[in-house]
């Protein structure tokens, strides 16, 4: 596992998370969408990218999503740790556990649809679902 730290946050991931450069994207993505901090990430997203937080709500253009995570700062990350992150094609996949500063933990899972399978592809549909755990 490789540890690297942004913004005070220990993110934790498989060392071969950074072997490809779409898996290296998302993770950072991953980790902007976990620490509300979506404009670090904004030239991967799509102007129109939708944002479907499962069992919550909707978001649709990078303005938007960009407000629905800063709203939510107040439940600040404390370690992020990827499990597996997957691309193929025009999909990507990103799960693993956050836990935060007010020792809370949650499963996570982002699902990414891009709009081309190349390298520049930008990331147009994401769908998250997190899971409180005990």
Same mark, same amino acid.
């Not at 997203?45 to 909707?58: C, F, R, T």
């Given at each position: 596992?490789? /540890?690297?730290? /942004? %913004?005070?946050?220990?993110?934790?991931?498989?060392? &071969?998370?950074?072997?490809?450069? %779409?898996?290296?994207?998302?993770?950072? #993505?991953?980790?902007?969408?976990?620490?509300? &901090?979506? &404009?670090?990430?904004?030239?991967?997203?799509?102007?129109?990218?939708?944002?479907? %937080?499962?069992?919550?709500?909707?978001?649709?253009?990078?303005?938007?999503?960009?407000?629905?995570?800063? !709203?939510?700062? &107040? /439940?600040?990350?404390?370690?992020?740790?990827?499990?597996?992150?997957?691309?193929?094609?025009?999909?990507? !996949? #990103? /799960?693993?556990?956050?836990?935060?500063?007010?020792?809370?933990?949650? !499963?996570?899972?982002?699902?990414?649809?891009?709009?081309?399978?190349?390298?520049?592809?930008?990331?147009?549909?994401?769908?998250?679902?997190?899971?409180?755990?005990?």
């Amino acid at each position: 596992m490789g /540890n690297a730290e /942004n %913004k005070g946050v220990s993110i934790i991931c498989p060392i &071969d998370c950074g072997n490809a450069p %779409k898996k290296l994207m998302l993770k950072e #993505v991953a980790a902007a969408l976990l620490l509300k &901090d979506i &404009d670090s990430v904004g030239e991967q997203l799509a102007d129109q990218v939708a944002w479907h %937080k499962v069992g919550e709500i909707s978001y649709k253009g990078k303005e938007a999503v960009a407000k629905a995570a800063e !709203a939510e700062k &107040d /439940n600040k990350a404390k370690e992020i740790q990827i499990e597996t992150i997957i691309t193929h094609g025009t999909t990507g !996949a #990103v /799960n693993g556990t956050l836990a935060t500063e007010a020792l809370q933990r949650y !499963a996570f899972c982002h699902i990414y649809q891009f709009t081309s399978a190349g390298k520049k592809g930008k990331i147009k549909e994401i769908t998250s679902y997190m899971i409180k755990l005990a």
